[in-house]
């Protein structure tokens, strides 16, 4: 399956632990996404990387939620001293670096890491 | 308000109906507009780009309307696996980047 991966696919924890998720995007894709989404509303927009560069970072949630892709491959989200509002879908896209500047072509999604905090 | 709102429905159609969604955004500095198809439990997946001119691909046809700041989705003769969550996708500048914002979905359920 040459699609985008996550791991894991579901995370159950305890309030106060931290998390980390990873993605492994589709190999050619330069651009990869991390969104959170909860029930009844669509994803929201965290961060984005070309390469190993975040070139957006602003729409973490707070000073709690962190994103690295070091070679430009994988990528992991970090989530620390987890809360119970922290408990949603979060999913990784890729893409391939468009033609033009501007991001939002087709975004292939993986299918999410369910994270519960209890 | 939010930057792209949407009907949440759900729209409840019988097969072979004709059925339309719109979505509103906010920023007319907005770029590159799309509609995106989830299943429930499923991750969203695209379902057509949308071009200032309109598109068509089958029976589903989109529509960008930049004075009025809405995109439109119809679908023609609907099936019972058209059931699904319409999400509309706006690529808004902010912070010196395009972030692609998505509003909440439409619920679609198709009937026999």
């Known amino acids: 399956d040459t699609g985008v991966s996550q791991d894991p696919r579901h995370k159950i924890t305890k309030r106060g632990q931290n998390v980390t998720f990873r993605c492994d995007p589709i190999?050619?894709?330069?651009?990869l996404y991390w969104y959170r989404q909860t029930l009844g509303q669509g994803p929201e927009f965290l961060t984005y990387?070309?390469?190993?560069?975040?070139?957006?970072k602003s729409r973490l949630l707070s000073d709690r939620f962190s994103a690295e892709r070091p070679k430009g491959s994988f990528s992991t989200l970090e989530i620390q001293r987890t809360e119970q509002g922290d408990s949603a879908m979060y999913l990784c896209?890729?893409?391939?670096?468009?033609?033009?500047?501007?991001?939002?072509?087709?975004?292939?999604f993986g299918p999410g890491t369910r994270l519960l905090v209890l | 308000r939010k930057e792209v709102e949407q009907d949440p429905g759900p729209f409840n159609v019988p097969e072979g109906a004709t059925v339309a969604f719109n979505c509103t955004y906010s920023n007319s500095a907005s770029q590159s507009f799309f509609w995106y198809r989830q299943d429930c439990r499923k991750e969203p997946k695209l379902l057509m780009s949308?071009?200032?001119s309109g598109n068509e691909d089958g029976r589903f046809t989109a529509q960008l309307n930049r004075a009025s700041q809405y995109i439109s989705l119809l679908i023609r003769d609907s099936k019972l696996s058209d059931s699904a969550t319409y999400l509309c996708v706006v690529n808004m500048i902010g912070g010196g980047s395009y972030i692609p914002t998505f509003g909440r979905g439409t619920s679609l359920i198709v009937h026999p």
């Open positions: 949308v071009y200032s």
């Open positions: 990387f070309q390469n190993e560069a975040q070139l957006e």
């Open positions: 190999s050619e894709h330069n651009r």
């Open positions: 896209a890729s893409s391939p670096i468009p033609g033009d500047l501007h991001p939002g072509k087709t975004q292939y």
